[in-house]
């Protein structure tokens, strides 16, 4: 089993910055690949960004250029940095890890975290 704790949210003005945590513990695959995914209200869970263990990356539309994943591997950690937020990306936001590559849908992910809230005012 794996387990993933995140951490990080909150609530913030737009414009504002966030870094959401997620730290891995647990029978981690020895490649895998950490993702991040929100869920606004009444809404389907979608993909925002993840991150391989060579440190690939790929990032929904929605968030590319304004947000940055990043992990380290030591820690069992991922990162991501939200700039510019919006009231449009409040959501609850979670992590997730698979045992192979970049992915973007939630079904190809094994473990997910219990997620941590991010509301943005405008």
């Known amino acids: 089993q794996v387990q993933l704790v995140e951490s990080g949210g909150g609530l913030v003005q737009a414009g504002g910055s966030l870094r959401l945590s997620c730290a891995a513990s647990?029978?981690?695959?020895?490649?895998?690949?950490m993702g991040w995914f929100r869920q606004a209200p009444g809404k389907e869970r979608e993909f925002v960004a993840s991150?391989?263990?060579?440190?690939?990356?790929y990032y929904a539309d929605s968030v590319k250029g304004r947000s940055t994943i990043s992990r380290d591997i030591n820690k069992d950690t991922v990162y991501l940095q939200m700039n510019s937020l919006k009231p449009e990306d409040t959501a609850v936001y979670y992590c997730?890890?698979?045992?192979?590559?970049?992915?973007?849908?939630?079904?190809?992910?094994?473990?997910w975290g219990q997620g941590t809230q991010v509301t943005v005012s405008s």
């Open positions: 647990g029978r981690t695959p020895s490649t895998y690949t």
């Open positions: 997730a890890t698979r045992g192979g590559g970049l992915a973007s849908r939630s079904q190809d992910y094994a473990y």
């Open positions: 991150i391989n263990r060579s440190g690939f990356t």
